[in-house]
């Protein structure tokens, strides 16, 4: 399969600088890291994202790519002579107008298929909503065909010319003066832009460019488990490509809405309830929340606060597995702030049996050997 060029996989220009490229490199390696994406091709796409920044991070092997593209990070690139491997399929004609001032597109690479541009979108949902996902339209600006030119970029088709400059090769040559002499250098055609057409008069509506922005409606399917931060692909859905290139992709990156009663640690759920003193104590049977809807909870007899129960099955869904995770519910035993008589009075006859009663708490023990200790 032919790769595709190193500066248009990081999305930058030719002209990018060492720092417009690390932070390109930055961006798309956290997009793409199968750590983190959901994109089933993101494996691929991070490695293909790796090999462009090793090769334009390192300027000896930038100039080299710059010189000869993809045949130029071939280990083997010119070591068996002109008959040699590395060089098939290779335009000597672009290499050596490349050394004098030429540069190395070929007179078709403007005509060539190109993939439109990426758009990313952000989109808030619940917590509720990330827990069960949803179905919900976006509608997102994207620049598509012209409508009135169909993309041709002119009033007619009458309007549409061979260039005048070049006769539709895409390309001219320039003679120039160098330290070898006169030579001569092909370059991209300064009418056309290397399209080999020539527009005499502009579609009104899109002014040449054959694209115009507008809005689609695009339905949105969130998956199950969503968590901030990660994102889906929808392939097509980006800008339109050029040349008969496909459209880009559109990627919608998700924030979840903080819930006022869950907190979400990976794909447990974790709640928090309080009981009373006497629940705490005694043991009892509560009702707790859980996203799936509330379910009973055996409180055993002499539970503490801060105890930490755990509820199968009743967290988050995975968004890749769809495997729940768990629910953790801790609970807090409730001091009352305020006491009727009735209250006072049973709590003052539980102090004094308490009182009567030997302490086997840690301090308890520590007052007792100190005591001893001291005697």
């Known amino acids: 399969m032919d790769k595709r060029d190193y500066y248009e996989v990081l999305g930058v220009s030719k002209n990018a600088s060492d720092d417009e490229i690390k932070k390109a490199y930055r961006t798309l390696a956290k997009k793409f890291h199968p750590d983190v994406s959901s994109e089933s091709n993101a494996e691929a796409k991070f490695k293909e994202v790796q090999e462009a920044y090793d090769v334009l991070s390192d300027s000896t092997k930038r100039s080299q790519y710059d010189q000869f593209g993809h045949a130029g990070m071939n280990p083997n690139f010119g070591s068996g002579g002109f008959g040699g491997a590395g060089f098939e399929g290779f335009d000597f004609g672009d290499i050596f107008s490349s050394f004098f001032g030429g540069g190395r597109t070929s007179s078709g690479a403007r005509n060539r298929p190109r993939k439109g541009s990426d758009i990313q979108r952000r989109m808030t ?18 620049y598509d065909e012209c409508h009135v030119c169909h993309g041709t970029g002119a009033a007619s088709s009458k309007d549409i010319h061979t260039c005048s ?124 929340p859980t996203v799936y809807g509330n379910v009973l909870l055996k409180i055993p007899s002499g539970t503490q606060s801060h105890t930490k129960f755990r509820l199968r099955g009743k967290g988050a869904p995975n968004v890749r597995t769809k495997v729940k995770g768990d629910e953790h519910v801790i609970v807090n ?24 009663t030997p302490s086997k708490s840690k301090w308890g023990k520590f007052k007792s050997s100190f005591s001893k200790a001291r005697n």
Do not use: W
């Open 333 to 356: 035993v409730a001091t009352p702030a305020k006491l009727s008589s009735e209250q006072r009075k049973l709590f003052e006859q539980l102090a004094r049996l308490d009182g009567n």
């Open 125 to 142: 949902v619940t917590f509720e909503e990330s827990i069960f996902g949803k179905k919900e339209t976006m509608r997102v600006p994207v």
């Open 165 to 288: 400059r070049c006769h539709g090769t895409g390309y001219v040559v320039i003679e120039q003066q160098s330290l070898f002499g006169r030579t001569q250098s092909r370059t991209t055609c300064p009418v056309c832009h290397g399209s080999g057409k020539e527009i005499i008069n502009k579609c009104s509506n899109c002014n040449g460019e054959g694209v115009e922005k507008t809005n689609k409606d695009v339905e949105i399917k969130v998956p199950e488990g969503i968590e901030t931060g990660q994102q889906i692909r929808l392939e097509g859905f980006g800008n339109k490509g050029s040349s008969g290139g496909p459209n880009g992709d559109l990627y919608i990156v998700f924030e979840v809405h903080p819930s006022s009663i869950y907190t979400r640690e990976g794909d447990d759920i974790v709640v928090e309830v309080e009981i009373t003193f006497s629940q705490a104590a005694l043991g009892d049977e509560i009702e707790v």
